[in-house]
């Protein structure tokens, strides 16, 4: 052992050359072979990579390894590549523990102003993993694997694919995430999920969400399936309260059958009600989570379905047309679909009715007029009309029928009677040759029969309005020897309210037989 320089006790001054066990105070430098231990520090006699070593008792196993040579510390190695070099030695027990911090604001601090650009504060190797507990502070933090940037803290807290260093997850600065929308996007949602893919026709799924029974060997049953809940702030206490919800769940949970429907719930008055629910069949429900039909209303309420007032100014509104299908395009002689309106089901003696609303033209200006119910089906098919009824052909009624007996020959214009008003003094002429219509309408035909086929001659009958012919008429001839008719159409020959329609006939000089007796009708449309 080196002499010490010099040392007293208390008592005593002995030989300077030995450091007594117990008392002793040390002013110079204890030297052994390569190491000096002075009064307040531990340093070799020259620097090498393993100046100083800590071993286990083998004297062989290294533990700590002091590089004074470059300045660097190792554990577990006697040859550290880095500043300090930790080699756990393939065991599975922690490389770098850092617990009980009592009051440290940060676990790790790996501030460093020197560093910039492709520099790193952390790095790993493709096998190596990193796992912290508590906080790490940097400027800006990366993780290098392979080559690639991997993981990289600074403005953006970046995860890349270390394959392609494209950025797979991303949180920016104001809290909002992306993912795969590539580096520093921000598109202004607080979540932004993109899929980059060839595909241009098919969907491309960007995000999924499960459900699953972890308790269950059977997996889910019906009624089981995951959903998404909305809340948002409330303006009375500024508490988060649900606004919203969407559900997908097993209607048949059986693999080979399954079957799924979805159900979005609104609040209305602070409840939670479904508003639209779809089966897997197809058929959607609005107020209704079991629709039976394509779409269905619920049926707690009286509904309507319509469609909203046009917003631009001064606009008139839009047709809406509901219509049936249509055959096959090209198909021969297919008929195409029926439209059925239908009213509820009635029960016992109850009954109900098609009512069918209209709106009619009133006075010039820009109040509301709402519509009225101008015709009513009932259940037992009477229908009831309170308005005039119109068509493009006309809605074609019998007006009268006019008779004449044993008709003589030379006769021209002569007015025929109304059946039913037989003089009943003679038996052979009429009282009335008119008749009054209580509507405007036109004439729209007249048909013609004898009891007696025509033999020589003709005869021709002609509809009057007010007296006056019309040119409608119905003719016996040689080619119409027993009945005619004639038809023509809607208002071409009108009348007014009270017009009086009336029939004339005329025969030729050589007409036959003149004991044939007729009968006229005129058809009319109001």
Not at 104 to 121: E, Q, T, V
Not at 159 to 174: A, C, E, K, T, Y
Not at 415 to 432: S, Y
Request: with cysteine; hydrophobic share 35%; aromatic share 8%.
């Amino acid at each position: 052992m080196a002499r010490a320089d010099f040392y007293t006790t208390p008592t005593t001054t002995l030989d300077s050359r030995y450091v007594n066990v117990g008392g002793d105070t040390m002013t110079g430098n204890l030297t052994v072979p390569k190491v000096i231990l002075s009064s307040n520090a531990i340093y070799p006699s020259a620097d090498s990579t393993t100046a100083i070593q800590l071993n286990k008792a083998d004297g062989i196993t290294n533990v700590l390894n002091v590089d004074t040579a470059n300045g660097r510390v190792g554990i577990g190695t006697t040859g550290p590549g880095a500043k300090l070099d930790i080699d756990g030695g393939g065991g599975s027990s922690t490389g770098l523990k850092i617990s009980n911090l009592g009051t440290a604001i940060y676990g790790i601090d790996l501030s460093n102003s020197n560093l910039s650009g492709s520099d790193y504060l952390l790095y790993g190797g493709a096998s190596n993993f990193w796992q912290a507990s508590g906080y790490i502070y940097a400027n800006s933090i990366y993780l290098y694997n392979s080559g690639v940037t991997s993981f990289e803290v600074g403005n953006w807290i970046n995860f890349r694919n270390p394959s392609s260093g494209i950025v797979d997850l991303q949180i920016s600065p104001n809290h909002k995430t992306a993912i795969g929308t590539g580096q520093y996007t921000d598109s202004g949602v607080r979540f932004h999920v993109r899929e980059n893919t060839t595909t241009t026709n098919a969907v491309v799924e960007t995000q999924r969400i499960e459900a699953i029974v972890s308790t269950a060997s059977t997996g889910g049953s019906i009624g089981f399936g995951p959903g998404l809940t909305f809340y948002g702030e409330s303006a009375t206490d500024g508490n988060y309260r649900q606004m919203g919800q969407i559900d997908t769940v097993w209607t048949d949970a059986t693999d080979t059958t399954r079957t799924s429907k979805m159900t979005l719930s609104t609040v209305n008055s602070s409840v939670l009600n479904p508003a639209v629910t779809i089966l897997g069949s197809g058929n959607l429900g609005i107020g209704t989570t079991a629709p039976t039909n394509l779409v269905s209303l619920g049926g707690n309420s009286a509904r309507t379905f319509w469609m909203e007032r046009h917003t631009t100014a001064n606009t008139a509104g839009n047709t809406l047309t509901v219509q049936a299908g249509g055959a096959t395009s090209g198909a021969t002689d297919k008929s195409g679909g029926d439209l059925f309106l239908a009213s509820g089901i009635a029960t016992g003696s109850g009954s109900s009715n098609v009512c069918i609303q209209a709106v009619a033209a009133g006075a010039s200006g820009t109040a509301d007029r709402s519509p009225a119910t101008v015709a009513t089906f009932a259940g037992t098919g009477d229908l009831t009309v309170t308005r005039d009824l119109a068509a493009v052909g006309g809605f074609k009624h019998t007006a009268g029928t006019w008779y004449r007996y044993n008709l003589s020959t030379g006769q021209s214009a002569v007015a025929m009677g109304v059946a039913g008003t037989l003089n009943p003094t003679d038996g052979t002429t009429h009282q009335v040759t008119e008749i009054v219509m209580p509507y405007a309408g036109s004439i729209m035909g007249i048909t013609l029969a004898s009891n007696g086929a025509r033999t020589a001659g003709s005869l021709t009958t002609d509809v009057t309005i007010n007296g006056i012919v019309t040119g409608l008429q119905a003719i016996l001839d040689a080619s119409n020897t027993q009945y005619h008719y004639a038809v023509q159409a809607k208002d071409i020959n009108t009348f007014s309210a009270g017009g009086r329609l009336g029939v004339k006939f005329t025969t030729s000089g050589d007409w036959a037989p003149i004991t044939a007796d007729i009968v006229v009708t005129v058809i009319v449309e109001f």
